[in-house]
């Protein structure tokens, strides 16, 4: 059975239910999970435009975390955006004989989407129910034309 690599999207995280974003929440959210589920890889990733929406009193914090690896920023620029980059993760992790689940509120194309919520101060993840975005872009509407 393949090992299941949690891929977290620490912006949605961070500014859950709140006017900022907070690295207290995303790290009691993050320990929670590793709490819960031991032999669960865990990879935190964030859209650039976290570290302008922290306060500025978090920002050496963000930096050491991004430092030491336990946070990864999404390349300025890249192709796709944030989107782009969570399904890139989520293709390479397959490759390598991973079983990707995503935890955000975005839509990753192909990709199984878990559930989190938090209940009482205490951050509960559903990485066995999970939902699955597809593929197939939206049916194009026409217009009929007059003849």
Do not use: C, Y
């Not at 009193?57 to 944030?82: N, Y």
């Not at 951050?123 to 034309?145: Q, S, V």
Request: proline share 9%; charged share 20%; no cysteine.
């Amino acid at each position: 059975m393949p090992t299941t690599l949690a891929v977290v999207d620490g912006g949605m995280i961070s500014g859950w239910r709140r006017a900022t974003p907070s690295l207290d929440q995303l790290h009691q959210a993050v320990f929670h999970l590793r709490a819960t589920h031991p032999d669960l890889r865990v990879a935190v990733v964030a859209d650039p435009a976290l570290k302008h929406n922290l306060p500025p009193g978090e920002q050496p914090r963000l930096d050491a975390d991004i430092e030491v690896g336990a946070l990864v920023l999404a390349p300025a620029g890249t192709i796709g955006g944030f989107q782009g980059f969570l399904g890139r993760i989520v293709s390479q992790a397959a490759e390598s004989g991973l079983n990707p689940v995503v935890i955000t509120d975005r839509a990753v194309p192909d990709a199984a989407l878990g559930k989190v919520r938090l209940d009482g101060g205490r951050w509960l993840f559903d990485l066995d129910d999970t939902t699955t975005t597809d593929r197939t872009p939206p049916p194009r509407h026409t217009r009929r034309r007059r003849n």
